[in-house]
């Protein structure tokens, strides 16, 4: 099954997408579907109004998530090829929501950071509460999977050691463009499946990896947050992302004004964003 949020002249409406039609389900965003326990059936079974799948205007996939958990240095690929040995502990850091976009909007740039970067991520859709997840539990609280961009000010990230800063700018970070149930998808994430993970920068390939890079797996990474907290539903989980952002190449390269970021997952979808000046 697959699952958005969309933007409608009445307000926001979580929708399951068949194909080339997009089904209101009654709820009004997927965080608030999530929470029902029976979420999976009801938006299965949801015959609400029905929309044209093409012109869906895409609010962030959650728009208020309780929580947006990012981790970073998390594909081996990345972490060997700058000459890191690989990390014992999983680096966490979060997002507020007010810093997530839909998964077609623009990527507000602020004047005050000229190193604008981009970060594709393999992020995690929490269905159910879980507290000190074992293996089990931790594939059980797994609603799906999606796509984040975890745009960064990589001056303003590097100014402290926390590099929250960075990474929190209002209207920076695209989440979506639907939630993918793992049955979906040509490989699971949660058995180590490999899936493709790219970006692309106004045509030109970025970043071009498989998920079974991760260092910390999905089922790790949501066995060792939910022993600092409970993850809930609607939660998030952006994984790290691999090789080839642009602060690390030679020239580096950054978001400008009027350039188009696509970061997508296989079998998932993906973001595609223009990066837009504030004035
Ligand atoms: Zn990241």
Known sequence: MRLATIRTA???????????????????????????????????????????????????????????????????????????????????????????IGARDEIELPSQSDRVDYEAELTVVIGQSVRHADAESARAAIAGYTVLNDVSMRDYQRRTKQFLQGKTWEHSTPLGPELVTPDELPADPADGGALRIRSELSGEIMQDSTTDQLVFGVVDLIVYLSTILTLNPGDVIATGTPGGVGDARTPPRYLTDGAEIVTSVEGIGECRNVARSLQ
């Open 10 to 100: 009445t307000g926001l409406r979580a929708v399951r997408l068949d194909g080339d039609t997009a089904v209101e389900t009654g709820e009004t965003d997927v965080r608030t579907l999530l929470e029902r326990p029976d979420w999976a059936e009801h938006a299965a079974a949801a015959g609400g109004p029905v929309h044209d799948a093409s012109t869906l205007d895409l609010a962030p996939l959650v728009p208020s998530p309780e929580k947006i958990l990012c981790i970073g240095l998390n594909y081996r690929d990345h972490v060997l090829e700058m000459g890191n040995e690989l990390p014992e502990y999983p680096t966490i850091f979060g997002k507020f929501a007010p810093a997530l």
